[in-house]
């Protein structure tokens, strides 16, 4: 398990330093606008990923390690479905593309969008890695398109620093692990130590459960992607492009420090879905919860020589936003493992309500702050939001585990079933 935590956070470590890399470089040789395009873009592409997965990936996730094995029908139901919604929701980014940037703007734009779904569809059939067990097939993988994504960003910038050309080079290499992650993943599927799980027919994905079980998940991951960054959208309404190039450099140092809780959560998942009280969530929100404290002490305290040595001089005002998204990391490393544990005792519904009370929490907050405090505003609103997302999942969680005690008093005084996962949540 450590080995495994440790592999995985640090491929998860080199693909944030790879954005980085890119995004430094980005801001250092594209122009202002450029570079608030390049920002739209692969929000808008991160932002459709989310929308078009609907859920699918942790289902897939959360199914395989239920199963304890493959099923080549889930997995191929599953990944059909999301490449089509993937690139059907490409297919209508590009048409009205001249709705979010100018007409020169619209090929990069298109460009950049397809990465980000390609690399989200590419996401989805991790999930299934991960619901195995076997998270080094994901490292591997996420390493090797890193890599390939950072020599040719890095060629286009230094000698052809055109975003339509950034774009081609940030697109070919998900397709290209896209293909080989999913020869990997069929070829693990025919081997004989996973018939049980190909003839296993419970997890496909009929209609029935899309609706019940796969669409409240999606929703719930569509409304934590909105409230994650949708304040980028109300910072280039009212303060315009150059702010929200620096408002996305400074927010991309938050999220590479985000890898450490990803990487464990990626790793202990399975566990959380076949636990059945809170201890494990208790200890790895605990220790994910003061490894955020010590990261926001020091990246609060050196925000302008952090800034500043990155990005340059002209960025330096962005500074106090980083200062105010640092106090954000404990709680966003706590949420991880609360959400995670959420979604993994069957409370899709009680995390739909979670996320969309924390979108209503964000914008309000934006609404507020954004006109006058710009991004600084926007950053106050980010903490607010994973206020609310905190103190929601205890909530849920502790109504799950009174809701479970019941049941089973219940069903030790009487022969009536116990009440499922899902319905343990009541109202939460």
């Given at each position: 398990?450590?080995?495994?935590?440790?592999l995985?956070?640090?491929?998860?470590?080199?693909?944030?330093?790879?954005?980085?890399?890119i995004?430094?470089?980005?801001?250092?040789?594209?122009?202002?606008d450029?570079?608030?395009v390049?920002?739209?873009?692969?929000?808008?592409?991160?932002?459709?990923?989310?929308?078009?997965?609907?859920g699918?990936?942790?289902?897939?996730?959360?199914?395989?390690?239920?199963?304890?094995?493959?099923?080549?029908?889930?997995?191929?139901?599953?990944m059909?479905?999301?490449?089509?919604?993937?690139?059907?929701?490409?297919?209508?980014?590009?048409?009205?593309?001249s709705?979010?940037?100018?007409?020169?703007?619209?090929?990069?734009?298109?460009?950049?969008?397809?990465?980000?779904?390609?690399?989200?569809?590419?996401?989805?059939?991790?999930?299934?890695?991960?619901?195995?067990?076997?998270?080094?097939?994901?490292?591997?993988?996420?390493?090797?398109?890193r890599?390939?994504?950072?020599?040719?960003?890095?060629?286009?910038?230094?000698?052809?620093?055109?975003?339509?050309?950034?774009?081609?080079?940030?697109?070919a290499?998900?397709?290209?692990?896209?293909?080989?992650?999913?020869?990997?993943?069929?070829?693990?599927?025919?081997?004989?130590?996973?018939?049980?799980?190909?003839?296993?027919?419970e997890?496909?994905?009929?209609?029935?459960?899309f609706?019940?079980?796969?669409?409240p998940l999606?929703?719930?991951?569509?409304?934590?992607?909105?409230?994650f960054?949708?304040?980028?959208?109300?910072?280039?309404?009212?303060?315009?492009?150059?702010?929200?190039g620096?408002?996305?450099?400074?927010?991309?140092?938050?999220?590479?420090?985000?890898?450490?809780?990803?990487?464990?959560?990626?790793?202990?998942?399975?566990?959380?879905?076949?636990?059945?009280?809170?201890?494990?969530v208790?200890?790895?929100?605990?220790?994910?919860?003061?490894?955020?404290?010590?990261?926001?002490?020091?990246?609060?305290?050196?925000?302008?020589?952090?800034v500043?040595?990155?990005?340059?001089?002209?960025?330096?005002?962005?500074?106090?936003?980083?200062?105010?998204?640092?106090?954000?990391?404990?709680?966003?490393?706590?949420?991880?493992?609360?959400?995670h544990?959420?979604?993994?005792?069957?409370?899709?519904?009680a995390?739909?309500?979670?996320?969309?009370l924390?979108?209503?929490?964000?914008?309000?907050?934006?609404?507020?702050?954004?006109?006058?405090?710009?991004?600084?505003?926007?950053?106050?609103?980010?903490v607010?939001?994973?206020?609310?997302?905190?103190?929601?999942?205890l909530?849920?969680?502790?109504?799950?585990?009174?809701?479970?005690?019941?049941?089973?008093?219940?069903?030790?005084?009487?022969?009536?079933?116990?009440?499922s996962?899902?319905?343990?949540?009541?109202?939460?």
């Amino acid at each position: 398990m450590p080995g495994r935590i440790i592999l995985k956070g640090a491929a998860d470590a080199a693909g944030k330093a790879v954005t980085l890399a890119i995004t430094i470089l980005a801001a250092r040789t594209l122009g202002s606008d450029a570079f608030g395009v390049m920002a739209l873009a692969m929000t808008t592409g991160w932002l459709l990923g989310v929308a078009t997965d609907a859920g699918m990936s942790m289902y897939l996730a959360r199914e395989t390690a239920k199963l304890r094995g493959g099923s080549r029908t889930l997995v191929a139901e599953v990944m059909g479905l999301r490449t089509a919604t993937a690139y059907t929701a490409a297919a209508i980014a590009a048409l009205f593309s001249s709705q979010f940037v100018p007409p020169e703007w619209r090929l990069p734009f298109t460009l950049l969008v397809l990465a980000q779904l390609t690399g989200a569809v590419l996401e989805t059939l991790s999930h299934f890695f991960r619901g195995l067990e076997r998270s080094e097939i994901e490292s591997a993988l996420h390493f090797s398109q890193r890599a390939l994504t950072l020599v040719l960003a890095m060629a286009v910038l230094w000698w052809w620093p055109r975003l339509d050309l950034l774009g081609g080079a940030l697109l070919a290499p998900p397709l290209v692990a896209l293909l080989v992650g999913g020869a990997i993943a069929w070829r693990l599927l025919g081997r004989p130590d996973f018939s049980t799980g190909t003839q296993n027919l419970e997890g496909c994905l009929t209609p029935s459960v899309f609706l019940r079980d796969v669409l409240p998940l999606g929703a719930g991951v569509l409304l934590s992607a909105l409230y994650f960054r949708i304040d980028l959208y109300f910072v280039e309404q009212w303060h315009g492009l150059e702010q929200v190039g620096a408002y996305n450099a400074v927010f991309r140092l938050i999220e590479a420090m985000r890898l450490l809780p990803a990487a464990v959560m990626a790793v202990t998942f399975p566990l959380l879905v076949q636990t059945t009280d809170r201890r494990l969530v208790q200890r790895l929100g605990g220790w994910l919860a003061a490894g955020g404290a010590v990261l926001a002490a020091i990246a609060a305290a050196g925000s302008a020589w952090i800034v500043t040595t990155i990005y340059g001089a002209p960025y330096a005002y962005a500074a106090p936003a980083f200062a105010v998204l640092s106090l954000a990391l404990p709680l966003f490393f706590l949420n991880y493992a609360l959400t995670h544990q959420v979604i993994g005792w069957d409370g899709q519904r009680a995390y739909l309500r979670i996320a969309a009370l924390a979108l209503v929490a964000n914008v309000a907050a934006n609404l507020a702050l954004v006109p006058s405090q710009g991004m600084t505003g926007a950053a106050i609103a980010t903490v607010i939001t994973e206020l609310v997302v905190t103190f929601g999942c205890l909530k849920a969680l502790w109504s799950h585990v009174k809701a479970s005690a019941f049941a089973q008093r219940a069903s030790a005084d009487s022969p009536q079933p116990a009440l499922s996962g899902s319905d343990r949540f009541g109202a939460a």
